[in-house]
């Protein structure tokens, strides 16, 4: 028998002088239980990770983007976009946290030190998210709670006794579902400094979003494991129920056909591929450390690359499917006259103005109204839950800050933190906040969060060391167009889509909606503005509070080596050369089998 490439297992509790054969493989101990958790099973995992992934942005802002872009034509550059970045990208997180066996900080702290940065930063982005994602799913609760009337609150402008202008001003417009969105909803003031006004409701539903967050994540994926058979799940019954209700109304053909008519022209401007990428990448949730804590928790010897395939194509078929749901109930909006379906915005305008008016206008409309927002809360939910993971993980499991108090005790008060930390959203500037934290927290720094990951595992762990880890895994070497990926294309793309982005908010001055209330003589209520310096201010910092790690880290690193030469002389070689890992160092877990495959264990004493 030829001892190549042979796996060899070896037991660790057994002595070490005793050695064992290259050809024979020794029967070790049963796994001892991991301390960190684990999913229940492979199923749990799954729908951990499609939860994740889908999200409210699959409802509201791809059928946006695809009608915008010619229709049917823009699948033409966002599933190229989906095979050259999305499933790669994904592919990389989820090998890295199966064979890491850790959150987002430790994985990359492994590969090198100064890279650590990468794992606090995702750990900021996830906080930032956690924040404010939440208040969405608040907005989603108010609706769904006020959806318990047989006349539904949105469909008619407020009767009030005289003569309001506010109010008249709701008739003038006949847009009472957008008018009760950002008066009684948002409670909207005059500006981003303005936060007068309060939505007590809104704060409400906020303590209850966190509560069911708490309830289903306190004990880390043993209870999200089990909550998300039906958070993960009960969606897709909505949509699918929606879809035959709205495929039957009228005038539901001619929204369909706004939604997949092609128009190859649009492939022409670079604003089509753009979004394409963009949302690709946002949508699958990468850059944010969940998908690397997600898969620390599943057994080492698992088929990471179907894993990333599968979650891949059901992200993005759940996409194309909830536009075809969502533009048959917005031709049915046209055919009463209500509104043009090629005038809708994305978003939350989409969802909570352009849906509840045509919802409203449905038989036993309470019913459609209940069924619609329980899909957006458990779709907000879903991504919630992973987010938060992603944050907690790598503080109290990798970096064991809090290593006298227990995981349930510390996830308690992290959520309270951010709960109050969030009260601000429900003040009339909480619309602005929230445009703020979108257009600034969460583009540029998870570009420069991804683009670091490529770097990472295409250039420092080399793309040599992790085909040999995903062969130990899953018993198969990636796909060589894999490795390609993730050392040049891939990063290639972020770093365009990171230049593109960073040029455009330079070059324009950004603005947002406000609530500007109503003249006699108008009927518009919601006007353009141009964002105050403050709020951009503000929004520069969130991008520098999330990225400064990595810088950081790498300067701490080195200011620490003693010789400064080798230290810089190691990071070329990480570089241009595959690093030799002590593999077992890496990934090695108590009770588990110590696998060799073939690495130099003596290269790295660092790690």
Same mark, same amino acid.
């Given at each position: 028998?030829? $001892?190549?490439?042979?796996?060899?297992?070896?037991?660790?509790?057994?002595?070490?002088?005793?050695?064992?054969?290259?050809?024979?493989?020794?029967?070790?101990?049963?796994?001892?239980?991991?301390?960190?958790?684990?999913?229940?099973?492979?199923?749990?995992?799954?729908?951990?990770?499609?939860?994740?992934?889908?999200?409210?942005? $699959?409802?509201?802002?791809?059928?946006?983007?695809?009608?915008?872009? /010619?229709?049917?034509?823009?699948?033409?550059?966002?599933?190229?976009?989906?095979? +050259?970045?999305?499933?790669?990208?994904?592919?990389?997180?989820?090998?890295?946290?199966?064979?890491?066996?850790?959150?987002?900080?430790?994985?990359?702290?492994?590969?090198?030190?100064?890279?650590?940065?990468?794992?606090?930063?995702?750990?900021?982005?996830?906080?930032?998210?956690?924040?404010?994602?939440?208040?969405?799913?608040?907005?989603?609760?108010?609706?769904?709670?006020?959806?318990?009337?047989?006349? =539904?609150?949105?469909?008619?402008?407020?009767?009030?006794?005289?003569?309001?202008?506010? @109010?008249?001003?709701?008739?003038?417009? $006949? @847009?009472?579902?957008?008018?009760?969105?950002?008066? $009684?909803?948002?409670?909207?003031?005059?500006?981003?400094?303005?936060?007068?006004?309060?939505?007590?409701? #809104?704060?409400?539903?906020? %303590?209850?979003?966190?509560?069911?967050?708490?309830?289903?994540?306190?004990?880390?994926?043993?209870?999200?494991?089990?909550?998300?058979?039906?958070?993960?799940?009960?969606?897709?019954?909505?949509?699918?129920? #929606?879809?035959?209700?709205?495929?039957?109304?009228?005038?539901?053909?001619?929204? *369909?056909?706004?939604?997949?008519?092609?128009?190859?022209?649009?492939?022409?401007?670079?604003?089509?591929?753009?979004?394409?990428?963009?949302?690709?990448?946002?949508? #699958?949730?990468?850059?944010?450390?969940?998908?690397?804590?997600?898969?620390?928790?599943?057994?080492?010897?698992?088929?990471?690359?179907?894993?990333?395939?599968?979650?891949?194509?059901?992200?993005?078929?759940?996409?194309?499917?909830? !536009?075809?749901? *969502?533009?048959? *109930?917005? !031709?049915?909006?046209?055919?009463?006259?209500?509104?043009?379906?090629?005038?809708?915005?994305?978003?939350?305008?989409?969802?909570?103005?352009?849906?509840?008016?045509?919802?409203?206008?449905?038989?036993?409309?309470?019913?459609?109204?209940?069924?619609?927002?329980?899909?957006?809360?458990?779709?907000?939910? @879903?991504?919630?839950?992973?987010?938060?993971? /992603?944050?907690?993980?790598?503080?109290?499991?990798?970096?064991?800050?809090?290593?006298?108090?227990?995981?349930?005790?510390?996830?308690?008060?992290?959520? %309270?933190?951010?709960?109050?930390?969030?009260?601000?959203?429900?003040? !009339?500037?909480?619309?602005?906040?929230?445009?703020?934290?979108?257009?600034?927290?969460?583009?540029?720094?998870?570009?420069?969060?991804? +683009?670091?990951?490529?770097?990472?595992?295409?250039?420092?762990?080399?793309?040599?060391?992790?085909?040999?880890?995903?062969? @130990?895994?899953?018993?198969?070497?990636?796909?060589?167009?894999?490795?390609?990926?993730?050392?040049?294309?891939?990063?290639?793309?972020? *770093?365009?889509?990171?230049?593109?982005?960073?040029?455009?908010?330079?070059?324009?001055?950004?603005?947002?909606?406000?609530?500007?209330?109503?003249?006699?003589?108008?009927?518009? +209520?919601?006007?353009?503005?141009?964002?105050?310096?403050?709020?951009?201010?503000?929004?520069?910092?969130?991008?520098?509070?999330?990225?400064?790690?990595?810088?950081?880290?790498?300067?701490?690193?080195?200011?620490?080596?003693?010789?400064?030469?080798?230290? =810089?002389?190691?990071?070329?070689?990480?570089?241009?050369?595959?690093?030799?890992?002590?593999?077992?160092?890496?990934?090695?877990?108590?009770?588990?089998?110590?696998?060799?495959?073939?690495?130099?264990?003596?290269?790295?004493?660092?790690?």
């Amino acid at each position: 028998m030829s $001892n190549q490439g042979q796996e060899v297992y070896v037991n660790k509790s057994a002595s070490p002088d005793i050695a064992a054969p290259n050809d024979v493989k020794i029967d070790v101990k049963p796994k001892e239980k991991d301390e960190r958790g684990a999913w229940g099973n492979k199923v749990e995992y799954l729908l951990a990770c499609i939860g994740l992934a889908v999200g409210l942005g $699959n409802v509201w802002r791809f059928p946006y983007l695809c009608h915008k872009h /010619g229709g049917g034509a823009f699948l033409v550059p966002y599933f190229i976009c989906l095979v +050259f970045e999305g499933i790669p990208l994904m592919y990389l997180e989820m090998a890295v946290g199966q064979f890491f066996r850790s959150g987002s900080v430790n994985c990359w702290s492994k590969i090198h030190p100064m890279l650590r940065g990468i794992g606090v930063g995702c750990v900021c982005v996830s906080m930032l998210l956690c924040l404010y994602y939440v208040i969405i799913i608040a907005r989603c609760f108010l609706y769904f709670f006020n959806s318990f009337t047989a006349s =539904l609150p949105f469909t008619v402008c407020p009767e009030v006794d005289g003569i309001d202008l506010a @109010d008249t001003c709701c008739m003038r417009s $006949n @847009d009472s579902a957008n008018y009760y969105y950002w008066n $009684n909803v948002l409670k909207a003031s005059s500006g981003f400094e303005d936060v007068a006004n309060f939505n007590w409701e #809104l704060l409400g539903c906020l %303590a209850l979003a966190w509560v069911i967050c708490y309830i289903c994540v306190f004990k880390g994926v043993e209870s999200s494991g089990k909550a998300v058979y039906f958070t993960a799940t009960f969606p897709y019954v909505c949509l699918v129920i #929606l879809f035959f209700r709205g495929v039957t109304l009228p005038g539901a053909v001619d929204g *369909i056909l706004v939604y997949i008519k092609p128009d190859f022209s649009k492939l022409l401007t670079g604003q089509v591929w753009l979004d394409a990428a963009t949302q690709i990448f946002f949508s #699958l949730s990468l850059g944010f450390g969940a998908l690397v804590a997600f898969a620390s928790y599943v057994p080492y010897k698992n088929n990471v690359g179907r894993d990333a395939m599968i979650v891949s194509l059901v992200n993005c078929g759940t996409s194309v499917f909830a !536009g075809f749901v *969502i533009y048959s *109930i917005l !031709g049915y909006r046209q055919h009463l006259g209500i509104g043009d379906v090629k005038n809708v915005s994305s978003g939350s305008g989409l969802a909570f103005v352009a849906i509840s008016e045509a919802v409203s206008a449905m038989n036993v409309p309470y019913i459609w109204s209940i069924l619609f927002f329980t899909m957006l809360i458990l779709l907000g939910l @879903d991504s919630e839950f992973g987010t938060l993971e /992603g944050a907690v993980t790598p503080l109290v499991v990798d970096m064991n800050l809090f290593p006298k108090v227990r995981k349930e005790i510390v996830l308690g008060v992290f959520s %309270a933190i951010l709960f109050l930390l969030g009260i601000g959203f429900c003040s !009339g500037g909480g619309e602005y906040m929230i445009m703020v934290f979108d257009t600034y927290g969460m583009n540029i720094p998870i570009l420069i969060l991804a +683009f670091s990951e490529c770097i990472a595992v295409g250039w420092v762990f080399g793309t040599e060391n992790m085909s040999k880890a995903i062969e @130990d895994m899953q018993g198969s070497r990636p796909n060589a167009f894999f490795t390609i990926c993730w050392k040049y294309i891939s990063p290639f793309l972020l *770093i365009v889509i990171f230049f593109v982005t960073f040029i455009q908010n330079m070059m324009k001055s950004p603005t947002y909606g406000v609530f500007s209330g109503c003249t006699e003589d108008s009927a518009e +209520f919601v006007t353009g503005a141009d964002l105050p310096v403050s709020a951009q201010v503000i929004g520069w910092c969130i991008v520098i509070c999330a990225v400064i790690p990595i810088p950081i880290f790498i300067f701490l690193n080195g200011k620490t080596e003693p010789n400064k030469m080798e230290f =810089l002389k190691s990071i070329a070689c990480s570089i241009w050369e595959d690093r030799k890992y002590d593999m077992e160092s890496l990934y090695q877990r108590p009770g588990e089998p110590v696998i060799h495959n073939g690495f130099d264990n003596g290269y790295n004493d660092r790690l």
